[in-house]
């Protein structure tokens, strides 16, 4: 096996990428008193590593600062419990998003996500439980996996590098990257605030970088069952899922 060579700037990229998963994370997280001051510290915290995003993910990033920068806690509490909670019209669950590979049944769509978890010794939080297709805990894992081939590659850790690396790309191809168009689209249908509108459009974009990058194209899920199966047996509205894989 021929040996990792570091490279600074891929490093660099990796953390960049890593830094805008967390934040999109951190977006998605139920708006609790002082939600929107985090969001936007933590997009002012993302802005040196805009210059380098592709133009287009640029673009999109300095919409989502520009409508958090009015956002408020009470009226995004009250749209996210409209939208995205219980049986609302939205739903930030993967597996209420159906199409023909969900035919294996979702107990296994949920056991195959817990799986990428376990194998890098994380589940979701017990301090503020959801399941494990929260669209917060798969943004926060696939941060995590870029993390970890940052770490890998300045340590020189070739197999672990590779390991990230494909976890990224399956997880990607099987799960993330499966589902963000179909959220965002679902979403506009439902007259959101500009904020999560925003969001929601960073996301799919950004997950469609990663998979050009990581060379993988998901079979895209269709838009949410009328039904939200997420909420069938479940409680499914978290008040804060910013440990969701810890």
Not at 185 to 198: D, G, H, R, V
């Amino acid at each position: 096996m021929i040996a990792l060579k570091f490279d600074e700037a891929v490093v660099s990229d990796l953390l960049n990428r890593a830094g805008l998963f967390r934040v999109l994370a951190l977006g998605f997280k139920y708006p609790a008193p002082g939600h929107s001051d985090d969001m936007r510290h933590a997009l002012s915290g993302l802005a040196p590593s805009a210059s380098k995003m592709p133009e287009s993910l640029a673009g999109l990033y300095l919409q989502v600062v520009s409508k958090w920068e009015g956002a408020d806690d009470d009226a995004n509490s009250s749209a996210y419990n409209k939208l995205f909670s219980g049986e609302s019209p939205c739903s930030l669950h993967e597996t209420s998003y159906g199409d023909g590979k969900r035919i294996a049944g979702r107990p296994v769509e949920l056991a195959d996500i817990s799986g990428f978890y376990r194998a890098f010794g994380l589940d979701v939080s017990d301090k503020n439980p959801d399941m494990p297709d929260h669209l917060c805990a798969e943004l926060e894992f696939y941060s995590l996996l870029l993390v970890k081939q940052s770490y890998a590659m300045s340590e020189g850790w070739t197999d672990k590098f590779e390991i990230s690396n494909r976890a990224a790309a399956r997880f990607m191809d099987g799960h993330l990257g499966r589902w963000l168009r179909a959220l965002s689209e679902n979403m506009a249908e439902n007259n959101p605030p500009e904020a999560y509108t925003a969001l929601a459009l960073l996301a799919e974009k950004a997950a469609g970088i990663e998979c050009d990058i990581l060379g993988v194209s998901p079979v895209l899920s269709d838009v949410m069952s009328l039904k939200d199966s997420a909420t069938e047996d479940e409680l499914t509205c978290p008040k804060d899922v910013s440990d969701s894989a810890n």
